[in-house]
């Protein structure tokens, strides 16, 4: 059987109360994930005006990366948030972490929609953004690895590859949504109001969903009950799988590094470097995030029929590394919205067509009982390391070097990491 081998047989239509229970499955599992993408897609894509507000200074690149530096430290918290939550998840069950998880997405949201500006409280504004970033940071850290291994756990073995895309799928429409609420807002408002309340309303917005979040998470079953003399999850961990854990945290460096800079940089980058209007840049952030969407769902689909599923993670990631730099060479070439659109959908398209298997394969070398823990130290360190760096690096790079295809170098030795780590990572199917 090789890759292109299809299931001999079609599968039978699950009962209407099957679907429904499905639905819900999905929609609690990816709702916390795609909150907080999406308020990381707001964040990153009102950068700029973030900087000029909290963190006022004489360079012209001196605000963006103080912004982008409280962006990114938000990932500090995630290793944190991926142990605590993580072996929570994996000792109280998936149900109780994702509650927690939410609810602390919450309160960093509230801290960053209400802060007030360094104008009108000085560098306490600048602590409560900052505030706000950390509690999301911890939040998330623990979220994906409880989310994940629910998605992974609930339901057909058959068809846990469509349920688990649905968290790639989820940062995909809260990136498009974010991207559509940011160009509104810049093509709408004028200057003055934009910078004294508009930019706050994607936040408020966001919190609108947190309620339902909630009520829905609550009414799910729970997938995982540990024993009651159980040893500790991260010890465990650590002990018998650490270098499954090593290898998947430099597995998922070009992925993720991708995602928030081709999804979450680039509208910044066009503006920045491209010298393109915020409303029109903003576009970007909608052609990848609607890209994210469909390439994660197909992604899905491909990962329950392949019979190996690490080839095609190992094709996206080296047609990326070899198109990444002829890409942005063309965007600065000639630097259209049309063609910068073009080719950021096509450089999401193949990253995200690995995403699904990828996480499959990480989560299906490590046992149930210790799956979330496992997912979320991998997750949260991994992106903690590259991720939270990956936009304060490029917007050095850009301004000592000046070199427009910084990016593009940065995204290829993060590829290159990532080959040789899923390269050395033995596939397994469990059931």
């Given amino acids: 059987m090789n890759d292109a081998t299809l299931s001999a047989t079609a599968p039978i239509a699950p009962p209407a109360a099957t679907r429904q229970s499905q639905f819900r499955l999905i929609a609690a599992c990816s709702i916390g994930n795609a909150l907080e993408m999406y308020d990381f897609t707001v964040y990153s894509f009102f950068a700029l005006l973030i900087g000029r507000l909290f963190f006022p200074s004489d360079s012209p690149y001196g605000s963006l990366l103080l912004a982008v530096a409280t962006f990114g430290?938000?990932?500090?918290?995630r290793p944190l948030g991926g142990l605590v939550i993580g072996s929570y998840a994996?000792?109280?069950?998936?149900?109780?972490?994702?509650?927690l998880t939410i609810a602390l997405m919450v309160a960093g949201t509230l801290c960053i929609s209400l802060a007030p500006t360094y104008a009108q409280a000085g560098v306490?504004?600048?602590l409560v953004i900052l505030a706000g970033r950390l509690l999301q940071g911890f939040s998330l850290g623990g979220e994906i690895g409880a989310s994940t291994a629910m998605l992974m756990e609930s339901g057909e073995?058959?068809?846990?590859?469509?349920?688990?895309?649905?968290?790639?799928?989820?940062?995909?429409?809260?990136?498009?949504?974010?991207a559509?609420?940011?160009?509104?807002l810049y093509a709408t408002l004028s200057p003055q109001a934009l910078e004294g309340w508009g930019w706050r309303l994607p936040f408020l917005g966001g919190l609108l969903i947190a309620p339902v979040g909630l009520y829905i998470r609550s009414k799910l079953d729970e997938t995982h009950e540990a024993e009651p003399d159980a040893p500790s999850p991260l010890g465990t961990l650590m002990r018998e799988h650490g270098a499954k854990v090593g290898l998947g945290i430099l597995s998922i460096?070009?992925?993720?590094?991708?995602?928030?800079?081709?999804?979450?940089?680039?509208?910044?980058?066009?503006?920045?470097?491209?010298k393109m209007p915020p409303s029109l840049s903003l576009l970007s952030g909608c052609a990848t995030g609607f890209t994210m969407l469909v390439a994660s769902l197909v992604s899905g689909r491909l990962a329950d029929r392949l019979a190996r599923r690490k080839r095609l993670v190992l094709g996206a990631l080296l047609f990326n590394i070899v198109a990444i730099v002829p890409a942005f060479w063309l965007m600065t070439r000639i630097p259209s919205v049309p063609l910068v659109l073009a080719l950021s959908v096509v450089i999401t398209a193949a990253a995200n067509l690995a995403s699904t298997p990828m996480l499959l394969m990480l989560m299906e070398m490590l046992p149930a009982s210790v799956r979330a823990s496992g997912l979320s130290v991998i997750y949260s360190v991994g992106v903690t390391v590259f991720d939270g760096s990956s936009q304060f690096i490029v917007t050095w790079l850009l301004a000592k070097t000046g070199n427009p295809l910084s990016p593009a170098f940065y995204l290829v030795v993060c590829g290159?990491?990532?080959?040789?780590a899923i390269g050395a990572i033995r596939e397994q199917r469990v059931g």
């Fill in 124 to 126: 306490m504004g600048s």
């Fill in 90 to 99: 994996d000792r109280r069950g998936r149900k109780a972490a994702m509650t």
């Fill in 73 to 77: 430290i938000g990932f500090v918290m």
């Fill in 157 to 178: 073995v058959g068809q846990r590859g469509f349920r688990v895309s649905w968290q790639m799928g989820s940062q995909g429409i809260a990136a498009l949504i974010g």
């Fill in 180 to 184: 559509l609420t940011g160009a509104v």
């Fill in 416 to 420: 290159l990491i990532s080959l040789c």
């Fill in 253 to 274: 460096t070009a992925g993720t590094v991708g995602m928030y800079l081709v999804v979450f940089f680039m509208p910044t980058y066009m503006i920045r470097v491209l």
